[in-house]
Structure formats: C-alpha cells, structure tokens
C-alpha cells in the first residue's frame, strides 16, 4: 500500500474461511462501490477442510456485521447448534467436564454468584456448581432453545450458543454472499509477489499463467503457507509446542449416529486428544496428537476405531506447529 493514498482496489489472498469471511465484511462494511476488492485462490490447492468447531463470537460476525439470517445460514452450512464442549477423560478415564457458554447462576447485589454457591454448598447444599447453567442443562438433555423474546418476565436466562458447521460450505455460501455484494474472485495459482522498491510495500501479485494482479492494500488469508505474510514479510512465528506438544491431524467424516449432539466433544487420547463435531449430514472426526509419540499410520487406525458411525472418506493428515505469528500485520 502506498501511504496517504486512498485505497482503491483490495486483493484477498485466499479463498478458504478466513478469505470468503474477509471478502463479506469488506463488501458488507466499506462495500465495493468506491474501492475494487478481489478474492484470488487456487482450486489446485484447496482449503485446510477442518474448522467445524466454532465459538458465541461467531454470530456477532454473522447477524451484526453481516446480517445473515440465521436459519437461512444453518440450511446453507449444514450447521447444528453448540451449547459448549464436552471434555471426556481428561482428568481420568471416565471423569467429564462440560464447558458451556453462558453464565452459571445469577449474580446478586454486585457479588458473584460463585460465592453464594461456595458458601451454599459448604453449608450442605448437594448440587454441583455447573447445575446452574443453562447451557450444560439442556446439553445434558439433549435439548436447544433460542432465547425468547415475549414480552413479559423473563423465566429463562440468555441462551448463549455458537455452532458446527461444513467449513467449505460456510465459505461458498460466504462467497455467493460476497460475489452478489460485487467482489471479484479470480481462479490461479500465486507463483511470486512483487515489491514497490522504494518502501517495500506489496504491488503485485504474479499468477501461474503470467497474469499481474495489481492492488494498494493486500489480505493474507492463504492459511499456513503466510504467501505475504511470512513469504515476504517474514512475519515470525512464535512456537507454543512446550505448551501444546501437538503437531499433527489426522480428520476424517463418518455417518451420523445415535441423537444428535448439541456440543463439540474432545477426548483425552493416549497421545493426544480426539474431536468429534456433529453436523446435520456427517460427523466430523478428528485425532490431534504429537508424532514424537505415536505415528501417522497408527493414529490414523485408533481414529478409525473409535468412530461412532462408518467412516466416509480416507483419514486426511494435517501438520501445524502451535503457535502464533509475531505480529499480524
Ligand atoms: C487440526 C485442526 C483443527 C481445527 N479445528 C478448528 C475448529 O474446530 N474450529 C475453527 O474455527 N478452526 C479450526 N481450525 C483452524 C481452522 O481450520 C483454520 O484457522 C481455518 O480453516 C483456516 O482457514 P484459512 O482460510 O485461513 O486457510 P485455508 O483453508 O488453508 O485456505 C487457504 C486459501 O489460500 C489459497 N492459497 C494458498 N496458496 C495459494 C497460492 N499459491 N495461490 C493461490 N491461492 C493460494 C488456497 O487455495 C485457499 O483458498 C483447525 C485447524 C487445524 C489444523
């Protein structure tokens, strides 16, 4: 970009979540009108695939930035409702933990609720702590409300929710959202990037088949590969493995099985943690481990056989390393 210059023309870098959710914001907020905003991705590369799981954050990005209609997002997407995720034999085998979003009990006069609960339950009182959600009640019985918005007193508490969702269909249904709003989206392969000399800003991006794409603010949304970020701009990476000592995936769909699930469950693995994430039409899988103690091949068996419904497709492997980069921009 070059400074004090009105940007014009904004080049998306990357059509997975992170590039479509970027194209719908731009066009839904600054619009394409006065400034001329490009999506770039390669069908050839593809998208990472995983990114079901998602948090209540999700619908101040859908309803308040982008105004989408919820039920018509759920149809789109596939998407099932998530109260909070369950945590099954972390602490022990056997042992569950259900983190629910929302509150727990109703604070009083300024003091947390925590603290009557404390000095209830050391007085006797026989139920647990996590009784006095909503969220973890309903998800217990299988059950999800929105919140009602009748007139009256309010019986019910907020019903704090997020969801499951098809990653590739939220970004084509994204996409389709975009491309009305007037983005453009351009199909190729990113071979090189050039710099303005003077201030080493992006100015260009090369394709494969030789076609110059030209912009004044660029986006990168091209997942782990950083084409601008990390490529050019050698952003850093600030590595988190001696805290999250996991670096590999292994993802795989299976059929749907028993009641539907109105939370994420992550289970405690001998090397690692599996994830199970129900949608309307599939439940995805995936094992999260560390290769140092268990190999692709037999993590990808354990995932196997440990399903809840018959596989649908080969295991897909992933690799990352935990972390964050230096600095985002
Ligand atoms: C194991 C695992 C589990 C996860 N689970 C969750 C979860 O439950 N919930 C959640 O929110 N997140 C989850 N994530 C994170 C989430 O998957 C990612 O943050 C998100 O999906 C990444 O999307 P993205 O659009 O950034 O990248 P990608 O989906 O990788 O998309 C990259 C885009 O860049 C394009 N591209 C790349 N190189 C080029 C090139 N040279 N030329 C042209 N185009 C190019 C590709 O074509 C593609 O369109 C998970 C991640 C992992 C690894």
């Known amino acids: 970009m070059i400074m004090n210059q009105r940007i014009k023309n904004i ?19 600054i619009g394409c009108r006065s400034c001329k905003i490009t999506l770039v991705e390669s069908e050839q590369i593809g998208t990472v695939g995983v990114g079901e799981a998602t948090l209540p954050l ?46 727990i009990g109703v604070d009083m006069d300024g003091i ?15 139920l647990d702590f996590s009784r006095f959600n909503a969220e973890t009640e309903a998800a217990r019985s299988l059950k999800f409300m929105r919140t009602t918005n009748e007139p009256g007193p309010k019986v019910m508490p907020d019903i704090y929710y997020a969801f499951h969702f098809d990653a590739s269909l939220y970004a084509a249904y994204l996409r389709r959202y975009a491309e009305k709003l007037g983005v453009s989206r351009i199909e190729g392969m990113i071979e090189s990037v050039n710099q303005h000399p003077d201030n080493g800003y992006i100015s260009s991006l090369v394709l494969k088949n030789g076609e110059t794409i030209e912009g004044d603010f660029f986006i990168d949304c091209s997942g782990f590969k950083g084409i601008l970020i990390e490529q050019v701009y050698q952003a ?39 994830w199970r994430i129900p949608l309307q039409h599939r439940i995805g899988n995936g094992y999260v481990f560390c290769d140092q ?29 935990t972390g964050v980069r230096k600095k985002a921009g």
């Open 112 to 126: 947390s609720f925590m603290h009557y609960w404390l000095r209830w339950y050391k007085a006797g009182g026989g």
């Open 236 to 274: 850093g990476y600030y590595d988190w493995s001696h805290w999250l000592p996991v670096n590999r995936a292994a993802a795989v769909p299976c059929e749907s099985a028993g009641e539907l699930l109105p939370f994420t469950r992550s289970t405690a693995r001998e090397s690692g943690w599996q």
């Open 58 to 103: 999700i619908n101040l990005f859908n309803k308040n930035v982008l105004g989408l209609d919820e039920n018509e997002f759920v149809r789109e997407t596939n998407a099932t409702f998530k109260l909070g995720i369950e945590f099954a034999d972390w602490r022990k085998v056997g042992h569950s933990y259900f983190h629910p979003f929302g509150h």
């Open 293 to 321: 103690y268990i190999s692709e091949d037999e993590a990808a068996d354990k995932l196997l056989s440990r399903l809840d419904g018959r596989a649908l497709d080969k295991p897909k492997s992933l690799r990352f390393v």
């Open 11 to 29: 080049i998306i870098v990357g059509g997975g979540t992170a590039g479509w959710m970027t194209a719908a914001a731009l066009s839904k907020t």
